[in-house]
T-cell receptor, first 118, second 111 residues
Framework: DTEVTQTPKHLVMGMTNKKSLKCEQH?????MYWYKQKAKKPPELMFV???????INESVPSRFSPECPNSSLLNLHLHALQPEDSALYLC?????????????????FGSGTRLTVV | ELKVEQNPLFLSMQEGKNYTIYCNYS?????LYWYRQDPGKSLESLFV?????AVKQEGRLMASLDTKARLSTLHITAAVHDLSATYFC???????????FGTGTRLQVFP
């Protein structure tokens, strides 16, 4: 299995809803990432998990809450989002985090969740 | 402030022509990646460049990395319509867990 699987593919939610995005990989990768991508813009890093611990939070608002229950699974919990949070949310994984020395590098991206906040 | 800049941001080119996309970055790194993105889709990995002087080729695309100049290039040879997409470079920031994307180049190839 060489894929990163994201669910759901599309999500429409109201500003008072609570929802979660899910990301799964079975490649034994020890680093996982959440990116947000607005239309016609590059992906922006949100969170990095390294060996199941949160290593980077790029000053993301608290209405986004990441969780890494185990080495294969990454969740992004959403609560009280704003319309400007509508975007494509991409999950990625890599064999080792960037700070690991002498590792194997490269990133695998999931197909993304297209989120619309109404 | 960290910057990963690409130019041009938009490129409209005729089939059969050659062109180069440039990726400049402002921090120390020796790992650079090129991705392709079709509209509404995710990122497709094109090249992984892991050392100074690295050169990789796949079909009509060739990528290179000069870590001293902090510059990577993506060269397109004899463009075809199927290459129309947005191309991103991305840089592993030295001694962090961050992968940061460039501004992107939207490529349109016309007959």
């Amino acid at each position: 299995d060489t894929e990163v699987t994201q669910t759901p593919k599309h999500l429409v939610m109201g500003m008072t809803n609570k929802k979660s995005l899910k990301c799964e990989q079975h490649m034994g990768h020890r680093a996982m990432y959440w990116y947000k991508q607005k239309a016609k813009k590059p992906p922006e890093l949100m969170f990095v998990y390294s060996y199941e611990k949160l290593s980077i939070n790029e000053s993301v608002p608290s209405r986004f809450s990441p969780e890494c229950p185990n080495s294969s699974l990454l969740n992004l919990h959403l609560h009280a989002l704003q319309p400007e949070d509508s975007a494509l949310y991409l999950c990625a994984s890599s064999p080792l985090p960037g700070t690991a020395k002498g590792g194997i590098y490269g990133y695998t991206f999931g197909s993304g969740t297209r989120l619309t906040v109404v | 402030e960290l910057k990963v800049e690409q130019n041009p941001l938009f490129l409209s080119m005729q089939e059969g022509k050659n062109y180069t996309i440039y990726c400049n970055y402002s921090t120390t790194s020796d790992r650079l990646y090129w991705y392709r993105q079709d509209p509404g889709k995710s990122l497709e990995s094109l090249f992984v460049l892991l050392s100074n002087g690295a050169v990789k080729q796949e079909g009509r695309l060739m990528a290179s990395l000069d870590t001293k100049a902090r510059l990577s290039t993506l060269h397109i040879t004899a463009a075809v319509h199927d290459l129309s997409a947005t191309y991103f470079c991305a840089v592993d920031i030295w001694d962090t867990d961050k992968l940061i994307f460039g501004t992107g180049t939207r490529l349109q190839v016309f007959p």
